[in-house]
Nanobody
Framework: QVHLLESGGGLVQAGGSLRLSCAASGRSFPFSNMGWFRQAPGKEREFVADISWSGGSTFYADSVKDRFAISRDYGKRTLYLHMNIVKPEDAAVYYC???????????????????WGQGTEVTVSS
């Protein structure tokens, strides 16, 4: 069993930066990819970014491209989301998610990620 635990959320001023972390714990690490999603009140959960765990290739939603960066520490089994030039519309609960091999490496729908954390909330002040 694998558990994902996000941290780093909080209040950030518009234009500022924040770093989210997601630590994976458990006896196994079955992921081929890991990603970040977010959900704002009254909205559906949306894809933010994905990283290939072994190769490190990344993919971003257009709304965060050139502002956010996803990275991972392979040895620590920790995923990061570096949020820069934060906008009010970035306010949401952010979730990290893990995808197992064969689930579609370039399919970024939430349904293709089978492991989820509990989320960490990001609030943006304007």
């Amino acid at each position: 069993q694998v558990h994902l635990l996000e941290s780093g959320g909080g209040l950030v001023q518009a234009g500022g930066s924040l770093r989210l972390s997601c630590a994976a714990s458990g006896r196994s690490f079955p992921f081929s990819n890991m990603g970040w999603f977010r959900q704002a009140p009254g909205k559906e959960r949306e894809f933010v970014a994905d990283i290939s765990w072994s190769g490190g290739s990344t993919f971003y939603a257009d709304s965060v491209k050139d502002r956010f960066a996803i990275s991972r520490d392979y040895g620590k089994r920790t995923l990061y989301l570096h949020m820069n030039i934060v906008k009010p519309e970035d306010a949401a609960v952010y979730y990290c998610a893990g995808k197992v091999p064969g689930a579609g490496a370039t399919d970024y729908r939430a349904a293709t990620y089978s492991y989820w954390g509990q989320g960490t909330e990001v609030t943006v002040s304007s």
